[in-house]
C-alpha cells in the first residue's frame, strides 16, 4: 500500500487561527491547470466498480489518473506514483500550505 500525504495548512504559525485550504481556494487555483480537472464523483473501475462522493482534483499524466481530494480544509492523495511527489511540492507552495504525511 502507498504512502498517503496531506497538503495542509495546520502546522503554520500565525495569529492562532488556522487558515483552511478552501474548495474555492483549490477550484481557482486547478482551473489554470488543464491536466487536473474536478469532480464530486471519484470512480475506480477494475473487478469491481466504485464511485466516490466527495471534492475530487483529478490528475491525468501518463494514463494514469491520480485523484487529490479536498476534504476538511486539506487536500489528500496517495504517493503511489513517483509523479506525486514534485506535483503535491507545487501545489503545496502555490497554495502557502505545508506537506504531512498522513
Not at 28 to 54: N, Q, R, W
Not at 70 to 96: C, Q, T, W
Amino acid at each position: 500500500m502507498g504512502q498517503r500525504y496531506r497538503i495542509t495548512r495546520e502546522m503554520q504559525q500565525g495569529d492562532g487561527a488556522q487558515q483552511p485550504i478552501t474548495l474555492e481556494e483549490c477550484k481557482a487555483y486547478f482551473e489554470l491547470h488543464p491536466d487536473i480537472v474536478y469532480t464530486p464523483v471519484f470512480t475506480v473501475k477494475g473487478e469491481t466498480t466504485m464511485s466516490i462522493e466527495g471534492d475530487f482534483f483529478l490528475w491525468e499524466i501518463e494514463g494514469a489518473t491520480i485523484p487529490f481530494r479536498h476534504f476538511d480544509g486539506d487536500l489528500y492523495v496517495s504517493g503511489m506514483n513517483e509523479a506525486v511527489i514534485p506535483k503535491m511540492i507545487e501545489i503545496a507552495s502555490a497554495l502557502r500550505a505545508d506537506i504531512a504525511e498522513d
